[in-house]
């Protein structure tokens, strides 16, 4: 069992013991877990160093739509539109709300993409805007596990002339000093701790189906999600979709940014924004894991599904190394979870969020 580490505020003390409990269950998994709540924060735990990097895979995701929601709130984007009013080269003839809520059927490319090609967002967007979908418009929505940062960073850069990544830098990551980056910096490769890869090994999805296609498993060779987490042309780059790289502390001030503001900042999003973009789509058919609902609103995943005690409005992102990332506006809570061994070899999220989101939500509602 790690020793945990870090500090709780008053009121909090039960989320101390909920993620000691859940250390000692995991054994050799090291974490950091960080809570804001209304832009203070009360919970700064950890089993690991806490200012130590690690590969966030689908998290990145949430800072991604930040950025997109930043856009349309501005009035430079508008979600109804179609995607080609601003990308005239993109075949497919879906809006850009149809694209955000993971329903265009771009999942990926016949043959797959190499690994520098993964590394790359421009070149996903490339390739991406030559395919044809996998579905037909309207059918339903799946997981564009690696590539809807790609295709939302190509509309980003179209309307504003630089990249998903400059404008998350720009506009977000520096002026609020979140961990959490989009683009490695080299001298900061020394805080980089690498990815584990999980205990056993799951047989993979069918390289041939919708599934194996999302995670890249049809290309040559098949995407390992550590591998690619630890790949430093992968985090010199920020690849929107999965390659962000931060810890516990770097994503809960992303989303106390974005809900409440940091240090006298104002909020990133206002309340709209966020209701717009975090309430889910319409219920459709989820043509990857045979499922039916809404997992998406734009972009962020649809909360209230796995964690009903959240509020309406409650925006974020899992990602496959284990880690969260949250903002709840009814409880005024953000918080961001991360650890160092992949929670699920071919996606999903790690189950101790669970019991660690309900003790945070139990405590601030207390």
Not at 90 to 102: A, M, Q, S, Y
Not at 157 to 180: C, F, H, K, N, W
Not at 237 to 266: D, K, M, Q, T
Not at 342 to 356: I, S
Request: hydrophobic share 45%; net charge neutral; glycine share 14%.
């Amino acid at each position: 069992m790690s020793l945990v580490r870090g500090t709780v505020a008053p009121g909090f003390a039960k989320v101390r013991e909920c993620f000691a409990a859940e250390m000692a269950r995991l054994g050799d998994v090291g974490a950091q877990l960080a809570v804001y709540r209304h832009g203070r924060p009360v919970v700064d735990l950890w089993t690991i160093d806490p200012d130590a990097l690690l590969g966030l895979l689908s998290v990145t995701k949430g800072a991604a739509f930040i950025v997109v929601a930043l856009l349309a709130q501005d009035g430079v984007i508008d979600v109804r539109r179609s995607v080609r009013h601003y990308w005239p080269q993109f075949i497919p003839d879906v809006t850009v709300r149809e694209l955000l809520g993971h329903r265009a059927g771009l999942i990926g490319v016949d043959g797959g993409f190499g690994p520098a090609e993964l590394a790359d967002d421009r070149i996903i967007a490339e390739r991406l805007a030559k395919q044809r979908p996998y579905w037909p418009r309207g059918a339903g929505y799946g997981d564009h596990a690696l590539v809807i940062g790609a295709l939302a960073g190509e509309v980003v850069r179209r309307v504003t002339g630089r990249s998903l990544q400059q404008t998350y830098e720009q506009r977000v990551r520096a002026p609020y000093g979140i961990d959490l980056y989009l683009g490695l910096p080299a001298e900061l490769e020394p805080r980089f701790r690498p990815l584990r890869a999980p205990v056993g090994r799951e047989p993979g999805p069918d390289p041939a189906g919708l599934t194996g296609i999302a995670l890249n498993r049809h290309a040559d060779p098949p995407t390992d999600l550590t591998v690619f987490a630890n790949s430093r042309t992968v985090r010199a780059r920020g690849p929107a979709s999965a390659g962000g790289v931060g810890n516990a502390r770097g994503i809960a001030r992303l989303y106390a940014a974005a809900l409440s503001g940091l240090n006298g900042r104002e909020p990133l999003l206002r309340p709209a924004t966020i209701a717009e973009f975090g309430t889910a789509g319409a219920p459709a058919p989820d043509l990857l894991s045979g499922g039916s609902g809404a997992q998406f609103g734009l972009g962020f995943e649809a909360l209230t599904t796995p964690y009903p005690f959240l509020g309406p409005a409650a925006f974020g992102h899992f990602g496959a190394a284990g880690s969260l990332g949250l903002a709840d506006p009814r409880s005024g809570v953000a918080y961001g979870y991360a650890r160092d061994r992949l929670a699920q070899p071919h996606g999903g999220g790690a189950v101790e969020n669970d019991h660690l989101v309900a003790a945070v939500i139990q405590a601030a509602d207390a």
